[in-house]
């Protein structure tokens, strides 16, 4: 039982919005892809491959995370619990978890198409080198939106089997979405990252954090607005964007920089954005 419950917070499986928000742009560019196709048999299978693929990628990645970061870890409050940084488990053991697991979604990778499984494979670079920004660089959350929303890329592909201005579009669309939302998440660690020195937008925009989330939200909406008008949607579908908006714009004036509570709340309404954004795509089929 206890290397269950290790391996659940390893993989932080008891905390399923790391996955959901992986899961959600690979969803978007699969319905958007149905939306040309109307292949329902397929569209339908590839949901529960992307999910399965989704929970398997983001349970390594949280465990590659923690490798990397375990000196980090340690001292920071919100972190210092973790099975790696506080010994519970060892790197040995960490990293056969992390092969088992990305063995495992390479193998549901396989059921796809060339192009797909070629992009899957490209997009490890990512995966594998974002832990590494934050000692590098101020914008480790751009690097996250570049892994998190190249799943638009593959379930357009997984489908369409090319690649089109459309999903394109949506993933940059993604891209500032979790420029946003992580920001928000990386405010909890602010005061522990500053003594440290790893950086991040949270640091970088602590004194304008609402107007520069406000930003990347504004864009995110621009570009999915942009999509829409450049399908021709009808305006009545369009309109439809006001429930994700809202959810946007409640994040910005709810969080507050100095309440960690606070922005990890907004940070999980990320969610319910995800699945606004999803039933607007697939409402453009009605």
């Known amino acids: 039982m206890e290397n269950i419950k290790i391996f659940i917070q390893l993989t932080?499986?008891?905390?399923?919005?790391?996955?959901?928000?992986?899961?959600?742009?690979?969803?978007?560019?699969?319905?958007?892809?149905?939306?040309?196709?109307g292949e329902t048999v397929l569209y339908l299978k590839h949901i529960l491959l992307f999910f399965l693929g989704s929970v398997l990628m983001r349970s390594a990645g949280c465990i590659f995370n923690d490798v990397v970061d375990r000196n980090i870890d340690k001292k920071v409050e919100r972190t210092k619990e973790r099975p790696v940084a506080s010994g519970k488990i060892s790197i040995f053991?960490?990293?056969?978890?992390?092969?088992?697991?990305c063995l495992m979604a390479f193998l549901v990778l396989l059921q796809f198409n060339f192009l797909t499984v070629a992009l899957g494979i490209g997009s490890m670079t990512l995966a594998f080198t974002?832990?590494?920004?934050?000692?590098?660089?101020?914008?480790?959350?751009?690097?996250l939106g570049l892994t998190f929303s190249w799943g638009i890329i593959m379930g357009w592909t997984s489908i369409a089997n090319n690649i089109s201005i459309e999903?394109?579009?949506l993933y940059l669309s993604a891209i500032f979405w979790t420029l946003g939302y992580d920001t928000i998440y990386g405010l909890q660690d602010i005061k522990d990252d500053e003594i440290i020195g790893v950086k991040s937008t949270s640091i970088k925009f602590k004194n304008n954090a609402k107007v520069f989330v406000g930003t990347?939200?504004?864009?995110?909406?621009?570009?999915?607005?942009i999509l829409g008008l450049l399908m021709k949607l009808d305006k009545y579908i369009l309109s439809l964007s006001v429930f994700f908006i809202s959810t946007l714009i409640y994040q910005i004036k709810n969080f507050k920089v100095n309440n960690p509570d606070s922005c990890l709340f907004c940070f999980?309404?990320?969610?319910?954005?995800g699945l606004f954004v999803f039933l607007f795509i697939y409402s453009f089929n009605l």
């Open 93 to 101: 053991k960490a990293f056969f978890y992390i092969i088992f697991l």
């Open 268 to 273: 999980k309404i990320n969610n319910l954005t």
């Open 12 to 37: 932080r499986l008891n905390k399923p919005i790391g996955f959901l928000l992986l899961f959600w742009p690979c969803v978007w560019g699969l319905t958007l892809a149905y939306y040309y196709s």
């Open 216 to 225: 990347c939200y504004s864009l995110f909406v621009l570009c999915i607005l």
């Open 167 to 169: 999903p394109i579009i």
């Open 130 to 143: 974002y832990p590494f920004m934050k000692r590098i660089t101020y914008w480790p959350q751009l690097f």
